[in-house]
């Protein structure tokens, strides 16, 4: 289960939320290698590249990637649910000057 879930790329006039908190996925590599791995070994990226004038609540795709490890590697496809809005949330508490 992958918890570490970023995003990059996000445009200046675009805040994003995180929708999905975690992932299951397969990796794949030397049993005694995998066995030492914990859900912090992993990390999931969402590249917002090419969503400039996307707006709402979309499903993304998303890289897996494993640290500090070359001997084993995420197989499958995965996304992630994300909702991009043009500026932050209003936080429920305002301070008045």
Same mark, same amino acid.
């Given at each position: 289960?992958?918890?570490?879930? @970023?995003?990059?790329?996000?445009?200046?006039?675009?805040?994003? !939320?995180?929708?999905?908190?975690?992932?299951?996925? !397969?990796?794949?590599?030397?049993?005694?290698?995998?066995?030492?791995?914990?859900?912090?070994?992993? @990390?999931?990226?969402?590249?917002?590249?090419?969503?400039?004038?996307?707006?709402?609540?979309?499903?993304?795709?998303?890289?897996?990637?494993? @640290?500090?490890? !070359?001997?084993?590697?995420?197989?499958?496809? @995965?996304?992630?649910?994300?909702?991009?809005?043009?500026?932050?949330?209003?936080?429920?508490?305002?301070?008045?000057?």
């Amino acid at each position: 289960t992958v918890s570490q879930i @970023y995003d990059k790329n996000a445009s200046d006039n675009q805040h994003v !939320t995180l929708l999905t908190n975690k992932i299951e996925i !397969t990796a794949i590599g030397p049993k005694d290698v995998i066995a030492k791995l914990t859900n912090l070994s992993f @990390y999931c990226v969402v590249d917002l590249t090419n969503t400039n004038n996307v707006y709402g609540k979309v499903e993304l795709p998303a890289s897996v990637s494993i @640290y500090n490890n !070359t001997t084993c590697w995420v197989t499958g496809s @995965y996304t992630v649910n994300v909702e991009i809005s043009e500026s932050p949330p209003e936080s429920s508490s305002s301070s008045s000057s």
